[in-house]
């Protein structure tokens, strides 16, 4: 499988830490993305980080890239309780015609108050 | 500027009925992707369309089927409904080229009977 892969599955923290997510993946990509999901709600983007790059900033939001590893990180910081919510990334790579979009298991992240 | 729109939001069915779920692309977006996901897991790709053709299939039986219209809205279509096809379907809408995030919709929760 080409799946991405998130650690940790689960990640419980108090207001005004830092959450730190992790991503990994098995092809060479075209770019990453961070989405975000509030219960029974759909997918947020986040960020997007090409493979020629290897950090981003988005407000609070930290995202860095090693290619060599294939691996990404989201850097939450400063965490809220609104920012409780599943964090999943994606892939998206080069197959054929076509560009794929590989979607990992997600990290489900609890901000407490 | 509307997002992507799905409908309807909420539909209870019993196994073997068939379905049929549609999705409102984001305006500017021209190819539209279905997912399933199941409570605590990630999207699984289902297809995508573009210019009215499946142009991508995840892993998922004929049952599943699909149609995009000429003003690039969609449709999925799912037959012989089983216990397991329980779970929120996600559109999301993007360019051809994945060069941007996909956008989606907030989701229709199916559940089988």
């Known amino acids: 499988s080409q799946q991405g892969e998130e650690d940790p599955q689960a990640l419980s923290i108090q207001e005004g830490e830092n959450a730190t997510m992790n991503c990994s993946y098995k092809?060479?990509?075209?770019?990453l993305q961070w989405y975000r999901q509030n219960s029974g709600r759909g997918l947020v983007h986040l960020i997007l980080?090409?493979?020629n790059e290897r950090e981003k900033h988005s407000g609070r939001l930290r995202v860095t890239l090693d290619t060599s590893k294939k691996s990404s990180s989201l850097l939450i910081t400063a965490s809220r309780a609104a920012d409780t919510a599943s964090y999943f990334c994606?892939?998206?790579?080069?197959?054929?015609?076509?560009?794929?979009?590989?979607w990992g298991l997600g990290t489900s992240l609890a901000v407490n108050p | 500027d509307a997002g992507v729109t799905q409908s309807p939001t909420h539909l209870i069915k019993t196994r073997g009925q068939q379905v049929t779920l549609r999705c409102s692309p984001k305006?500017?977006?021209?190819?539209v992707s279905w997912y399933q996901q199941a409570l605590g897991q990630g999207p699984q790709f289902i297809f995508q369309?573009?210019?009215?053709?499946?142009?991508q299939r995840g892993n998922f039986p004929d049952r599943f089927s699909g149609h995009q219209f000429p003003n690039y809205s969609s449709e999925l279509n799912v037959n012989a409904l089983l216990l397991g096809d329980s779970a929120l379907y996600l559109c999301?809408?993007?360019?051809?080229?994945?060069?941007?995030?996909?956008?989606f919709g907030d989701g229709t929760r199916l559940s089988i009977l």
């Open positions: 999301a809408s993007s360019d051809y080229r994945g060069r941007q995030p996909q956008h």
């Open positions: 305006s500017g977006h021209d190819t």
């Open positions: 369309y573009y210019e009215e053709e499946e142009r």
């Open positions: 092809t060479s990509i075209n770019n």
């Open positions: 980080i090409r493979s």
């Open positions: 994606a892939t998206v790579f080069n197959a054929g015609n076509n560009r794929k979009l590989i």
